[in-house]
Each structure stands twice: as C-alpha cells, then as structure tokens.
C-alpha cells in the first residue's frame, strides 16, 4: 500500500494529528522570513508607538510582521488559529470547531532593544496542540542564533543540542529577568531584585523574555525568573528551556505561566524557586 505524504508544511487536514517536528520547521521557515522583515524595517526608520505605559512601546514593523506571519499561517494552515500580541486572538478564515493547532506568536519580543539598535531581540513562534506547546522557534535575526524545540524530541541552537544550564550554587549563579511596564509594579520588583543579590552570583537583565529562556536553555545564564508576562512572551522558549532538561515552575509550585515563569537546573530548582518566594516574589502583584 502506498503511503500518501504530508506536506512539507504539515498543513495536513482539519482532522488530522500534527506532527510536531514538521510544526516546529515551520516555525523556523516563518521565524526566518519574519527576522529578515524586521531588519528591513530597522534599517528603513521605524515609527514608534505606545501601548500600556511610556516605556511600553510597539512600532510599525511590529504590526508588519505579525500580519505577515499570520498571512503566511492563514494560507499553509488556514483549519489553525492564531494569538499574536499585537492582534490578539483570531480564527483562520477556514478554521472548523476545534482548530488542529494554535499559533502563539510575539512578532518582535525585545521592541525597545530593537528600537535602540541594541541586538538582544526576536521573534518567538509556537504551536501548540489541546493547550499544550509542542513546537517552537525563536530567532535573533541580528546574531542569527536560531532557536527550535519540538516536544519529545530535544531542543537546538542550530544543529547543537541544548543541555541546559550548569548546576552553579546559588551564591555564583548568574540570574536572568525582567521587569513590568508599570512603575509602581517595577519598583517592587526591584526591591525583590535587591534582596536576590545578596544572596546569588550575578544579574543579567537583557529585554528579551523568549532569548532569557534560550540562553538558560543554552548554559549562558543559570537561573532566570520573570512575571508576569504575555503568553506570546514565554510559550516557544519555555519549551526549549523545558526540551534542553531545564527544570520550571509559576508562582508557590505551580506550573510556569502568565504569573510567572522560573527556570533552573534540576538540581538546583527547588533552592532557587523557594528563595524566590521567601523575598517576595509571589506577592508582588
């Protein structure tokens, strides 16, 4: 009997059992187109925006590339929906009750580096399947790290496995996060921060949710923590940091997510995530 193949795509049909590894080398066939429109943008002049706050700011080339990303979904997987940062949440024109595969996208997780010319930003994209994040990319167009993951199947920087970080005692581990767009909400945070640093080896505070998680993931920062954040912010680089064996959870045990997302190697995660309750990170709020 032959064997009918799927698309390279892994479009497939409505009713059909995605496969993870052909959803995840989409992701990075997308993240490439989308990386290379945002540096064209960068290069053209941006205009910038707000949203939140003052310092919370989206440019055209934002908008640009999630519209590209979701034109190029719409017509590869037109069953699938689809949540972007900038344009929430959308059915595919042909999408059928159920969809077979949610998109979750974050066209440029960095804007204020990118808008400053600072090369720590990406594009973030992964699909997930009945709630659940099976596949992955993120990809930094200006270092052109590329970063993929598909559940059960290990993660990559390029054609290396990723093994996590090192299992760095507390009082020598370098800690990755991040802080809110609010001011009253950042100033609580950075009265947690203060507490940390007396007790672990190092902070790094580079303005990319998605790359903080691929570098755990790659060994180049040893624990990280941030909340809360947006879906899109976290969901391709929490399954790489998870496929790379990097141990996580949300806020007093529970599973990582919009609350809060923390990252550590197995050996040393129980430490780590206690410590962050004991200095108030769970209550911030």
């Known amino acids: ?17 995605p496969d993870p590894v052909r959803l995840a080398d989409l992701a990075v066939e997308l993240a490439g187109q989308a990386g290379a429109l945002m540096l064209r943008h960068q290069a053209a002049g941006l205009s910038v925006s707000t949203k939140s706050s003052v310092t919370d700011v989206v440019t ?41 595969v949610r998109w979750v996208l974050d066209p440029i997780d960095g804007t204020v580096n990118y808008m400053l010319g600072l090369p720590q930003f ?15 990319c993120v990809l930094n167009p200006s270092s052109g790290h590329v970063f993929r993951a598909a559940v059960g199947h290990g993660a990559f920087l390029g054609d290396r496995r990723l093994t996590g970080p090192r299992p760095a005692p507390l009082n020598e581990a370098v800690v990755a996060t991040g802080f809110s767009y609010d001011p009253a909400r950042r100033a609580r945070q950075g009265e947690a921060v203060g507490q ?90």
């Not at 009997?1 to 059992?17: C, L, Y």
């Not at 590209?68 to 972007?84: N, Y």
């Not at 990406?122 to 992955?136: L, W």
């Not at 080896?201 to 790659?218: E, F, I, K, M, V």
């Open 122 to 136: 990406a594009v973030s994209i992964a699909a997930q399947v009945q709630g659940r994040t099976v596949a992955g």
């Open 60 to 100: 055209d080339a934002d908008h640009a590339v999630e519209e590209h990303l979701r034109t190029a979904l719409a017509q590869l997987r037109p069953h699938d929906s689809i949540l972007g940062e900038e344009g929430g949440e959308r059915a595919g024109a042909a999408q059928l009750a159920g969809a077979p």
């Open 1 to 17: 009997m032959t064997q009918r193949s799927q698309p390279a795509d892994g479009s497939g049909s409505a009713g059909s059992v």
């Open 196 to 285: 940390l640093l007396g007790r672990v080896g190092n902070l790094r505070r580079l303005g990319s949710a998605a790359l903080d998680l691929c570098a755990l993931a790659a060994g180049w920062v040893d624990l990280y923590y941030e909340g809360p954040l947006g879906e899109w912010d976290f969901a391709a680089g929490l399954l790489i940091a998870s496929e790379a064996g990097v141990a996580t959870s949300g806020l007093r045990g529970r599973p990582a997510g919009v609350e809060m997302v923390a990252g550590a190697h197995p050996e040393r995660a129980e430490e780590f995530f206690d410590l962050l309750t004991a200095i108030g990170v769970a209550d911030i709020g």
